[in-house]
């Protein structure tokens, strides 16, 4: 048997390795401690610590243990949020921090929490129960708690730096013309109208042709997205807002215009564009909502007008998207491009061609245009001649009524 060599330093072990067998049992407790910081257990007795203070332990006793969850049948969620929230449906918690403040009313009495679960309005992942993976972003989970936080992250322009849960309302409520509480997805939807999209796209099956269809175009997975030509953040979220800031940015062969959209704007519209995607809700759950925008009888006689009126091959081609045709009662939202009530001479002026020479052998963009998006014929081309002089005809004829009118007084 191998002889043992003595320690060289006998008084100085016993008092090294008893130091680094309390430092283990420190670390070990501080870890344990810390651990169970994160846990739902912590939280729970905390919120009844909290209550026992406020009501009493008698009333503390109506305080929930154990892992709870919300089974959602209908919608397809399971949500254990309210395992860690439990201060959710008290009173008296309302300036409390998370997750022991108390939900505003007004939601929930219009939202019951059985019935629709928390994630449907807050996103999050319903059936976690630690902090980090039930609010996100995690990887492999792409609905993250769209809270003050993710606002914050996304330099939201809001005010409410929580006004991305407002995506998740307009699923729901995407048909209506405005909803309470929502100000950030109704600014989004008033553009939406003002700057006539539907002339491009089609969005809930009323609109045009000449770019992608944008009812579902929330559901667009962010690896469908070009995010090359993207700085900071390459999100589906980032990649729309740079989109509508300006289009040629991410899409450099795109026909659609730049709106010169703020940041403000921009965020609006793209968290309208993520909002709108399908999702299991259930007819029941908006009894009475037509699945359709709605329209103002005044908006309905102004489109029917455009599209039977003098200017109806304008609207019908497409070329009101950009331009108007104010003599013949035809109105861009858009109005990107001069009015064409005076092309006749505009042509003339500004690239020195008969408006005939210009629709056959178009210049700028106007090259782009009836190459790529507004493709005519030779005789549809001719069309276009006699509808531009028939416009300018009749801009003359009331440039010359008003002129009568306002000589006589």
Not at 274 to 294: N, Q
Not at 320 to 348: N, Y
Request: hydrophobic share 35%.
């Amino acid at each position: 048997m191998e002889k043992r060599t003595d320690s060289p330093y006998p008084r100085r072990d016993l008092p090294v390795l008893t130091a680094i067998g309390i430092l283990l049992v420190i670390s070990t407790i501080v870890f344990a401690v810390s651990d169970h910081r994160k846990d739902w257990r912590y939280y729970q007795a905390e919120f009844k610590r909290m209550v026992t203070e406020k009501y009493g332990a008698e009333k503390a006793t109506l305080v929930p243990s154990g892992m709870k969850q919300i089974w959602v049948a209908d919608m397809r969620r399971a949500d254990r949020c309210i395992t860690c929230h439990q201060g959710v449906l008290w009173k008296g918690f309302e300036t409390a921090d998370h997750p022991y403040k108390t939900h505003p009313v007004d939601p929930i009495r219009t939202h019951p929490i059985e019935k629709f679960g928390c994630t449907a309005c807050h996103g999050g992942q319903g059936y976690a129960v630690q902090s980090e993976e039930a609010h996100g972003p995690v990887r492999f989970w792409e609905e993250p708690v769209l809270g003050k936080s993710m606002g914050e992250s996304y330099s939201l322009a809001s005010d409410d730096k929580g006004a991305l849960l407002q995506m998740n309302c307009n699923v729901c409520h995407r048909f209506d013309r405005e909803t309470k509480g929502a100000d950030l997805i109704n600014h989004a939807k008033k553009l939406v109208r003002d700057k006539g999209c539907r002339a491009c796209h089609v969005v809930n099956s009323r609109g045009g042709t000449i770019g992608p269809d944008l009812t579902f175009v929330g559901d667009k997975a962010a690896e469908q997205y070009d995010m090359s030509r993207l700085g900071g953040q390459k999100t589906a979220f980032a990649w729309h807002v740079t989109h509508f800031k300006n289009p040629k940015e991410v899409v450099p062969d795109t026909v659609m215009p730049n709106f010169g959209f703020g940041t403000k704007d921009a965020q609006a519209l793209a968290a309208l564009m993520l909002s709108w995607r399908r999702a299991p809700v259930p007819v029941d759950y908006r009894p009475g909502v037509a699945r359709t925008d709605p329209q103002t009888p005044e908006e309905v006689a102004e489109e029917q007008k455009m599209k039977t009126g003098p200017g109806a091959w304008f609207v019908k081609t497409g070329c009101f998207i950009c331009h108007s045709v104010s003599a013949l009662g035809v109105k861009s939202a858009a109005q990107i491009g001069p009015d064409l009530s005076t092309a006749v001479e505009d042509t003339q002026s500004r690239f020195g061609k008969t408006v005939d020479d210009f629709i056959k052998n178009p210049t700028g963009t106007m090259s782009v245009v009836l190459a790529r998006q507004i493709v005519l014929t030779d005789q549809e081309k001719d069309v276009a001649i006699q509808k531009l002089r028939e416009a300018y005809a009749e801009h003359q004829k009331q440039k010359a009524s008003n002129t009568a009118v306002a000589s006589s007084h």
